[in-house]
């Protein structure tokens, strides 16, 4: 059974992790994302959720303009060969959520502790970091240490590393 938002509000309270969000029209992309979001504070991120070959699954929160070569990055995140895009049916299988609603908050809906997740260092230099919570029509900030306290709490203690690298025309 899928937590809903509201649901994901109260597990966070009750670990008196403080959240503020912001209600929005749908975003799919990081584009839509840039446009539709005003001067929301914080680093705004990216999220993949792959398997490598052998099925193994990851779920990589990066800063929103991170380049990250799918070709090597099974490298850095201890995959078993290289990774491709999970379908659709296996994110709201294992995640509980739907195409551009991708958020490492989603792990709460992950009770079999499939997912590896995978957090950019460069990400965790931010305090605040603003994700969807499980719907693409909100927007949450969270500070770094709540979202590492919570992956912890669902059981999903996060390896933090490289995942990319950052546009030189956005340094």
């Keep these: 059974m899928r937590v809903t938002p509201t649901e994901l509000f109260d597990y966070l309270a009750t670990l008196a992790i403080k959240t503020d969000t912001l209600e929005h029209p749908p975003m799919f992309t990081v584009e839509d994302s840039k446009r539709l979001r005003g001067e929301i504070p914080g680093a705004h991120i990216k999220n993949l959720f792959i398997k490598d070959k052998k099925g193994s699954l990851f779920l990589i929160s990066a800063i929103e303009n991170t380049q990250i070569n ?3 990055i099974h490298e850095v995140i201890g995959g078993q060969g290289r ?3 999970c379908s ?3 994110l709201g299988e294992v995640l509980g959520v739907e195409p551009g609603s991708v958020t490492p908050l989603a792990v ?5 502790k499939r997912v590896k997740v995978v957090l950019d260092e460069r990400l965790m230099a931010h305090e605040r970091i603003n994700a969807h919570p499980l ?3 909100m ?3 969270i500070q770094r240490t709540d979202l590492i306290r919570f992956l912890a709490e669902t059981g999903h203690e996060p390896l933090i ?3 990319g690298a950052v546009p030189e ?3």
């Design 139 to 141: 927007t949450t900030g």
């Design 108 to 112: 709460i809906n992950d009770r079999e």
């Design 70 to 72: 799918l070709k090597t």
């Design 161 to 163: 590393a490289q995942v």
């Design 135 to 137: 719907v693409n029509t």
């Design 169 to 171: 025309d956005a340094v």
């Design 83 to 85: 990774v491709t895009f």
């Design 88 to 90: 659709a049916e296996v």
